[in-house]
């Protein structure tokens, strides 16, 4: 079973920021924060990933709560080729997990123009 | 995507008939996976290689068999297709970067369908 959690579906206009949130209250000390995103018909598509502190790239910054309980996924100003699924996924570095991903539900993204 | 292709892209087959889709990367990493994607499922592991030789099941491994001979190859074989088997294929491969970094880069799919 996924470990996050995360809204059924999202809505926003283009142009706008959008913050899509993720719970992961039982994470570990050692697992990643992964954030994913899939088009319609294509495979999923890295977006950012961080362990504890915010992170920043050029598609999206990474917000992580303190205590590593929640983070956000931040888009700065989305367009229409924004809307897509997004996934949440606690991803362990190794170790007998070997680096396996666990995906739930997702969010589904709609961008308005 | 650069760096991962997976053959074919469609593929229609029968009920009975054994299938084996291909994934190759051409990034010499360690780990591959292989996904399924369903209505309704999101994406569920098949199997997975952490080197050549080196395979494992995933959370949903019956009625599939991999192998990795190569580094830049992973195999999924469907030994005797079933309509339950008809879905999306994604194969993806792990990345390395900074420290202990990492990114997953998932090849475009194949869809198939056992009729």
């Known amino acids: 079973d996924a470990k996050t959690t995360q809204p059924n579906s999202m809505e926003s206009n283009e142009e706008e920021p959008v913050h899509l949130p993720c719970n992961h209250s039982?994470?570990?000390?050692?697992?990643?924060i992964h954030w994913y995103r899939q088009l319609p018909s294509q495979g999923p598509e890295y977006v950012i990933h961080?362990?504890?502190s915010n992170v920043n790239n050029r598609m999206a910054s990474l917000a992580i709560a303190e205590d590593r309980k929640s983070s956000t996924l931040i888009l700065h100003r989305a367009t229409l080729r924004d809307a897509a699924v997004y996934y949440c996924?606690?991803?362990?570095?190794?170790?007998?997990?070997?680096?396996?991903?666990?995906f739930g539900q997702g969010t589904i993204l709609t961008v308005h123009p | 995507d650069a760096g991962i292709t997976q053959s074919p892209r469609h593929k229609v087959t029968e009920t009975g008939t054994p299938v084996t889709l291909r994934c190759h990367q051409t990034?010499?990493?360690?780990?591959m996976y292989w996904y399924r994607q369903d209505p309704g499922h999101g994406l569920r592991l098949i199997h997975y290689?952490?080197?050549?030789?080196?395979?494992d099941k995933g959370e949903v491994s019956d009625g599939y068999s991999v192998s990795r001979s190569k580094t830049e190859d992973f195999l999924l074989t469907l030994e005797s297709a079933t309509s339950s088997q008809t879905s999306v294929y994604f194969c993806?491969?792990?990345?390395?970067?900074?420290?202990?970094?990492?990114?997953?880069?998932f090849g475009s799919g194949t869809r198939l369908t056992v009729v």
């Open positions: 993806a491969i792990r990345a390395r970067g900074q420290g202990t970094n990492y990114g997953y880069t």
């Open positions: 039982t994470i570990s000390g050692t697992d990643y």
């Open positions: 961080g362990l504890t």
């Open positions: 996924i606690e991803a362990n570095a190794g170790g007998t997990s070997y680096g396996k991903l666990t």
């Open positions: 990034e010499n990493h360690r780990y």
């Open positions: 290689s952490y080197g050549v030789k080196d395979t």
